[in-house]
């Protein structure tokens, strides 16, 4: 029964944090303001370009294992 309360009392919230980041300030709803203030933050420039290098190298090294075409060694 708890995990039932827990699962309806986390949509609630979720549904009432949703409402009111629709709010509309100065113009603009608080989600965009909110976005904006994150999207400008210094911490995020650093986090963006550590995540992209993560992507990268995944991506190359899945690329390495599933897409190169096995070396032949001469065995002569």
């Given amino acids: 029964m708890e995990t ?6 986390t949509t609630l919230v979720t549904i009432a944090v ?3 980041m629709q709010i509309k300030w100065g113009g603009q709803t608080i989600e965009r303001h909110t ?3 994150l999207n400008s933050a210094q911490i995020v420039r650093p986090l963006n370009e550590t995540a ?3 992507a990268t190298l995944v991506r190359n090294v899945w690329n390495l294992m ?3 075409k096995p070396t032949k ?3 002569d």
Avoid: D, N, Q
């Fill in 66 to 68: 599933w897409y190169s």
């Fill in 4 to 9: 039932i309360s827990f699962i309806f009392k």
């Fill in 52 to 54: 992209h290098g993560a």
């Fill in 73 to 75: 060694h001469a065995h």
């Fill in 35 to 37: 976005m904006r203030a």
């Fill in 18 to 20: 949703i409402l009111v």
